[in-house]
């Protein structure tokens, strides 16, 4: 519930572990209230971190997936799950998460 109005780019959680990570430009994150807010509403939440990935161009992630190519993104990315302790789980609805 407390990402309700943030758009992070990524939401991973794992058996102990969960992360809000937002990726852009550095351009773009400096003095951004976005930044700011979405930080400041994760430290409210002990068991979350915050992660500020930063480009030196600006990233554009693709608004809409085809179902194949989501697969193949999931499956890509749950190669990562032993890093995180377990798989990635997707998030659709930001405003469900907390």
């Known amino acids: 519930m407390f990402l309700r109005g943030f758009s992070p780019d990524f939401v991973v959680t794992a058996d102990d572990d969960r ?4 990726i852009g430009s550095r351009e ?3 003095g951004s ?4 807010d979405l930080a400041a509403a994760v430290a409210l939440h002990r068991e979350w971190r915050f992660e500020l990935v930063s480009t030196r161009k600006s990233v554009t992630l693709p608004v809409a997936l085809s179902s194949e190519v989501l697969d193949q993104l999931l499956d890509e990315t749950n190669r990562w799950g ?4 377990g798989a990635v789980t997707p998030v659709t609805d930001w405003a469900e998460v907390g």
């Open 19 to 22: 992360a809000v990570i937002l």
């Open 82 to 85: 032993p890093l995180f302790g």
């Open 28 to 30: 773009g994150q400096i």
């Open 33 to 36: 209230q976005e930044v700011v």
